[in-house]
């Protein structure tokens, strides 16, 4: 797959490409399903397939730190499409300029004159441009004069419900994991590089893995039965908490922190990624650390339990 940063490093495809565009965060299900579609065109056509997403998503941009929390983060994100049959992945920058950008000006300009698009695929809430005054319809007339096909996917529905990020953040927030597992089409996870941090969990016995989420809001909050990937090809267990610490300094800052069982190995640096399992319990502020301490401990044996059960 080819990452391409930006329009200004996009070269027009002579012979055209099959496209689709969104935020595709959290890569669930129904955006497979688009993708899936797009990547049959494109191999009936003989043309790439271009997929097209914004960063920052278009609600982080405009509200701020009172979006939506976000399901996977660009690089997290990057490393999910490489896994789909997507030959080039288009990253733009969604900034003042390109929020003003007209519906026309976005299929004459982008579609037409930089993609050369020959078919587009699109999910059923698409709008675009200025005042997301572009939809479905709009693109289809511009297609019909321009010689591009326009495909709406419709809904993908699992259990009546239609799939989407929402949907997966709402089941995350809950502590629903078997819910979001069901609607992602995988395990929810998250990735990043260990970091150093306080060292006051090996104070208390309970050594961690820090990895900074880099973001106020988070889909998760807690303490979870986790397993960690991307050490020696082998996956660990363990238990996790994502929150800000109350108990320890109670910043702003949002710190996912994993105690791996009978691990020893010194994995700073390295990018692993955490899966989340089973939510355990809410965060919590104690009175004192020996009270946090015991707590711990019992979210250790919690975890374990879980683990068993599920390999009986």
Known sequence: ?????????????????????????????????VIKKLAERGERLGLPVVTMIFEPQPLEYFLGDNSPSRLTRLREKV????????????IVRFNRHFANVDAEQFIDDILIKKLNVKHLVIGDDFHFGKARRGTTLMLKEQGHRHGFSVEDTGSHLIEGLRISSTLIRDALGEGDLAMAEKLLGRCYS???????GDKRGRTMGYPTANIRMFRKNTPVNGVFAVT?????????????????????????????????????????????????????????????????????????????????????
């Open 190 to 196: 998250v990735c990043g590089r260990v970091a150093h």
């Open 79 to 90: 490393i999910e499409f490489a896994k789909l049959p997507v030959d080039n992945l288009l």
């Open 228 to 312: 960690m990937t991307g050490v020696d090809g082998l996956e660990f267990e363990g238990v996790a908490n994502v929150g800000i610490r109350p108990t320890v300094d109670g910043g702003s800052t949002v710190i996912l922190e994993t105690y791996l069982f009978d691990f020893d190995k010194e994995i700073y640096g390295r990018y692993v990624e955490v899966h989340f399992k089973q939510k355990i319990r809410e965060e919590v502020c104690f009175q004192s650390l020996e009270q946090l301490q015991a707590q711990i401990e019992k979210d250790v044996v919690d975890a374990k339990k879980f683990f068993e059960i599920k390999r009986l």
């Open 1 to 33: 797959m080819r990452l391409i940063r930006g329009l200004s490093h996009l070269e027009p495809f002579e012979n055209g490409c099959v496209l689709t565009i969104g935020n595709f965060d959290g890569l669930h299900l129904g955006h497979r399903t």
